[in-house]
Structure formats: structure tokens, C-alpha cells
């Protein structure tokens, strides 16, 4: 069976942004036969809807806006995904706008663990300064959504950032290496501290209210995610069924 990895790159350059560019060289050296990916998904090829805040996805499991914009089709890529990978540059001292909107449209993730067992990349890029936090809050996104990141380029460039840099490609070939790893399970995501203490947290909050109509308590019953004791044994339950 293939290896499925999906990418988001939050720039409007599309294949002009050096993040876009970053990404590329690395799914180049990831270019077997049996791993494959969708297009590099980007603001240039992927139209997205803004939230619109109305809560259905909470409530109901369902976003109105993907009948406009067919975001479930994005959800189905990262669903099927074995590792996702989150680009930006750093607009404003966070994420881009872009990504942003991106994110809002899977808020509902960030309660069900929806992508529990898959591993993250992130990818960031800066002419200035915010690298750090950037990574910080984007690591805080993957594990809201279940996954497990499992390395982080965060690049700093001024004009522009030569890919084929000794530095910089050491940073790239290191990341592909760790990718490997996980593809072919000589690696397996592990669960840290800050997941733990959210899986609690969630744990708690949706044990008071077990047998709720509400989406999120149901996916959770429905799961099974009320019978682990830590968000670990989720995980390793995931490998068994794969």
C-alpha cells in the first residue's frame, strides 16, 4: 500500500514562495514508488471559504461552507494521509493569514483527535524574527488534531534562501530521513506531555456530559476514545489497526 503524506503551503506566491520551494526539494527526496502525495495544496490552487463562525461543525459534525468551496475534499486527503506537512512564511509575527483560515476550517478537529496517529512536519519561514513562536503555535494545532510532529524546519531567509545551501539542505535531507522512519514504522509517533494533559483535559470535560446528542461527545463514545487511560494507548491502538 502507498504512503500517503498531504501538504499545505499558506503563501499567496503558490510555487514562487520559498516555503513552497522547501517542501518541494523535500518530497523530492522522498520520491519512491511507494509513497505518493497530492499537489502541494496553496492559496494559488486552493480556494477556501472563511469560518463563518456558526458552530455546526461543533454541534453537528458538518461545515455548510464545504457544499461552497469542497473543503471536505481536503479533509478526506488528510484523512487518508500517513504524514501532514504545514507550511508558511511568518506574516505579522504568526502564521499567514491564508494558513490561518485553513486552521479555522478544521476547528472541530482540535476536539476529536481526528488525526490521531498520523505524524506532522512543519515548515516555516522568516526574513525577520518569530520562527519559534510560529513552530510553537503550529505544533499546538497538529497535537490538538492527534498528530504527533516529528520534526520542524523553521528557516530563516533574507531576499531569498538557496535551497541547495549546504545548511539548509543538511536541515532538508535530516527531515526526509526522519519522514522515512515513520513511513516504514522504524519509527512510531509517541504521545508528550502536553498531549497527555489535553487528552485529560478533554477526557474529563466530555465524561460529564456522556450520552449528549453533541457531535464531539458522540465521536468520542463512538471511538472509544472514554475507555483509554492516556491519549498513548490511543495511539498504539491506531498501529494495531493498521
Request: hydrophobic residues 35%; charged residues 25%.
Amino acid at each position: 500500500m502507498k504512503k500517503r503524506i498531504f501538504c499545505y503551503v499558506g503563501s499567496p506566491k503558490g510555487e514562487n514562495s520559498v516555503t513552497f520551494g522547501l517542501i518541494k526539494r523535500l518530497l523530492s527526496l522522498l520520491d519512491y514508488h511507494d509513497i505518493c502525495y497530492s499537489q502541494i495544496f496553496s492559496p494559488s490552487n486552493l480556494r477556501i471559504e472563511k469560518c463563518r463562525g456558526c458552530e455546526c461543525c461543533f454541534k453537528y459534525g458538518r461545515c455548510e461552507l464545504d457544499k461552497v468551496d469542497n473543503f471536505d475534499r481536503i479533509k478526506d486527503e488528510m484523512s487518508s494521509s500517513d504524514i501532514v506537512i504545514l507550511g508558511t512564511p511568518v506574516y505579522a509575527g504568526s502564521v499567514s493569514s491564508y494558513l490561518k483560515e485553513f486552521i479555522e476550517r478544521l476547528s472541530m478537529w482540535l476536539h476529536i483527535f481526528k488525526l490521531a496517529g498520523k505524524c506532522g512536519i512543519i515548515v516555516v519561514t522568516s526574513s525577520g524574527n518569530s520562527l519559534c513562536e510560529t513552530v510553537h503555535y503550529l505544533k499546538r494545532i497538529m497535537q490538538g488534531w492527534g498528530i504527533v510532529c516529528i520534526h520542524t524546519l523553521a528557516i530563516p531567509v533574507t531576499n531569498y534562501v538557496d535551497i541547495e545551501n549546504t545548511e539548509t539542505n543538511a536541515e532538508i535531507m535530516k527531515c526526509a530521513e526522519y519522514i522515512r522512519n515513520f513511513l516504514y514504522g522504524f519509527e512510531k509517533p509517541k504521545s508528550n506531555y502536553y498531549l497527555e494533559q489535553y487528552y485529560q483535559t478533554l477526557k474529563r470535560m466530555y465524561l460529564s456530559v456522556r450520552g449528549s446528542e453533541h457531535y464531539e461527545v458522540k465521536y468520542w463514545n463512538d471511538n472509544g476514545f472514554f475507555e483509554f487511560n492516556s491519549f498513548q494507548e490511543l495511539l498504539e491502538s491506531r498501529y494495531m489497526k493498521k
